[in-house]
C-alpha cells in the first residue's frame, strides 16, 4: 500500500463525513475527528521529544 493509497482513503473518508454517513453505528466524523487528533498527538510529541533529543546530544 503506498502513500497514495492513505491520501486517498482520508479524503474518501472525510468526504463521506460530511455527507453524513454512519459506520458502526457511529457517524462517520467521529472517525475523522479521531484520526485527526492522533495525527495531531503525534506530531506534536514527535517534534517535542526530537527537539529534546537535540538538546541531550549538545551536552557531550
Avoid: C, H, Q
Avoid at 457517524?27 to 510529541?45: E, N, Q, S
Amino acid at each position: 500500500m503506498s502513500k497514495l493509497d492513505f491520501i486517498w482513503d482520508a479524503i474518501l473518508l472525510f468526504g463521506m463525513a460530511f455527507r453524513g454517513v454512519y459506520f458502526w453505528g457511529m457517524p462517520v466524523w467521529v472517525f475523522a475527528v479521531v484520526i485527526l487528533l492522533g495525527i495531531g498527538l503525534y506530531i506534536y510529541y514527535y517534534i517535542k521529544f526530537k527537539k529534546r533529543e537535540s538538546k541531550e546530544n549538545t551536552r557531550f
